[in-house]
């Protein structure tokens, strides 16, 4: 019984020697009507021509095996993987959107976001009710909550010992 890639080797043996037959028939005018000093580099070059070929179908094969290899553990290792994302508590994310949104919309700052950091500031020990920060004219007028740097200086209010 044959090995099962003995029909592909000589089709591929086949292929290759039709192909240098037609390399050659085309460098046998070239190498008849070159000078005899010129014609030895005319056949290295129509010879390197099939060689050259023939190492990329080579490599092709190759590359081709090499690919259908499961990955070794040190190609694993190289591979990027996505980080875990940690888990975050619900509310420290509805702090984070309240920070995020609350500049933006004066309803949202007035329904959501000031109730919490007040209700926030009464929960911690010692310290004293918080007083809403003041909006410029501009930004009552375009309905937009406080300023960042006004957020910012009321929660280091509330970090402070």
Do not use: C
Request: no cysteine.
């Amino acid at each position: 019984m044959a090995a099962p890639g003995k029909p592909h080797a000589l089709r591929a043996l086949a292929a290759y020697a039709a192909f240098a037959g037609f390399v050659g028939l085309g460098a046998l005018p070239i190498v008849l009507a070159a000078q005899p000093a010129n014609r030895p580099f005319i056949i290295r070059v129509a010879a390197s021509l099939v060689l050259g070929v023939a190492l990329a179908h080579l490599r092709g094969i190759a590359r081709h095996a090499v690919d259908a290899e499961p990955p070794s553990a040190f190609d694993q290792a190289l591979r990027r993987r996505p980080a875990e994302t940690p888990d975050i508590d619900r509310r420290f994310r509805e702090m984070l959107d309240d920070v995020r949104f609350g500049p933006a919309s004066q309803r949202y700052w007035t329904r959501v976001a000031w109730p919490r950091l007040s209700e926030l500031a009464g929960r911690l020990p010692g310290r004293s009710s918080l007083v809403e920060p003041p909006r410029s004219r501009a930004r009552q007028l375009l309905g937009r909550g406080p300023s960042l740097a006004a957020i910012r200086d009321l929660v280091a209010r509330l970090e402070r010992p």
